[in-house]
């Protein structure tokens, strides 16, 4: 079984994106379920999945419109969407770096 974690970084002010609600998906025999939720901490950090995942197809989606709006920002892209696939045992991580108008991410450590 795999753990994951998820680290949010506002690229724009250079601080961990706190309070930033997601979600988890798993793609199963009827499509994409929802595993787990979660909420950024001050760090902008969550862990998921704490029982573990299997080998298979993962999504997290990250609602970015509301987490900017609760700033009275917009931006460009209301929610970001992460598929990714788990194939093997161990700790997974999945790094948001987030502007108004921009991400990227990338497998951590």
Known sequence: MSTLSTH???TARGRPAE??????FGRGG???QSLAG???NADGRV?????GLSPGRYRLVFQTGAWYAGRGERCFYPEVSVDFEVADAGHHHVPLLL????????RGS
């Open 99 to 106: 502007s108004p108008f921009g991400y990227s991410t990338y």
């Open 30 to 32: 009827e499509g994409w």
């Open 47 to 51: 862990a998921l999945a704490p029982g």
């Open 38 to 40: 979660g909420r950024t």
């Open 8 to 10: 949010v970084l506002d």
């Open 19 to 24: 309070g930033l609600d997601l979600e988890l």
